[in-house]
């Protein structure tokens, strides 16, 4: 199995595995390649199989992740994505294994993941990671747990920022909804499918777009590539929200 590591130099000629088939998703496309290259200055890390397949793991340093958890000295596993045909084949354990070597090499305390109590969209599979080692070691009132794989049992435990581990929105009239351009697929459904969606419904919605480190470490959610609120109640993570023909079933069931 042969994984490959992009570069700034590399990664213009490189895909990048999720949405490089998908045609609305041109500009977000472009974006996240503009985004690794910023982040690749910081340390993160971005592997993936040499084929043209949707399998690759992300990661870096827990002090410039773009989430809101306090974790000196760990990593931080950002997408982690094992798709199609290629399940069952032993690729998840083995980039998760290149990770943990990785973070050993650099002396890390250990690994961190940002997952959902349930499986939530755009978020690692918490169950998979458990059963690998991981353990709970923060949660959030919104949902969210964060994960830790310790290399030494008397570290301190991360911890989600104070904020996010509340889950509540500052923003409470009406819909608001926080995203980056740390996924190609946001830009689009936000700036467009989300925009038309609520006009059609003559519904209030604010945008926030997180572009800084800064910004992301201060957000009211640890799922910074996308989270959809309503009067500061944390909704989904899920993009199909989006879309018109999705919205009122997502949003109906968890305001019921």
Request: glycine share 8%.
């Amino acid at each position: 199995m042969d994984y490959i590591k992009l570069t700034t130099e590399t990664i213009d000629h490189e895909h990048i595995c999720c949405g490089f088939s998908n045609k609305k998703s041109v500009e977000g496309y472009a974006l996240k390649k503009a985004w690794l290259k910023d982040s690749f200055e910081q340390g993160y890390v971005f592997k993936r199989l040499d084929e043209r397949a949707k399998v690759f793991i992300e990661y870096g340093p827990a002090e410039q992740a773009w989430v809101p958890v306090t974790a000196p000295h760990y990593l931080v596993l950002g997408c982690f994505w094992v798709s199609g045909k290629y399940k069952g084949n032993g690729h998840g354990k083995a980039l998760l294994k290149e990770v943990v070597e990785a973070a050993k090499e650099q002396g890390k305390n250990g690994l961190v993941a940002v997952v959902g109590k349930k499986k939530n969209h755009f978020m690692s599979d918490g169950k998979w990671l458990l059963r690998q080692g991981f353990e709970v070691c923060d949660e959030s009132s919104s949902g969210f747990l964060l994960l830790v794989l310790r290399f030494n049992d008397s570290d301190e435990l991360p911890r989600f920022d104070p904020r996010a581990k509340t889950g509540d929105s500052p923003s409470t009239e009406g819909f608001s909804v926080y995203y980056s351009n740390r996924c190609p697929f946001t830009e689009y459904y936000v700036r467009q499918a989300l925009s038309e969606t609520v006009k059609n419904r003559d519904l209030k919605m604010t945008i926030i777009k997180l572009e800084t480190m800064e910004q992301a470490q201060k957000s009211p959610t640890p799922a910074t590539i996308f989270s959809l609120f309503y009067e500061g109640q944390f909704i989904t993570t899920d993009v199909s929200v989006c879309m018109d023909s999705r919205f009122d079933k997502i949003v109906n069931k968890v305001l019921q």
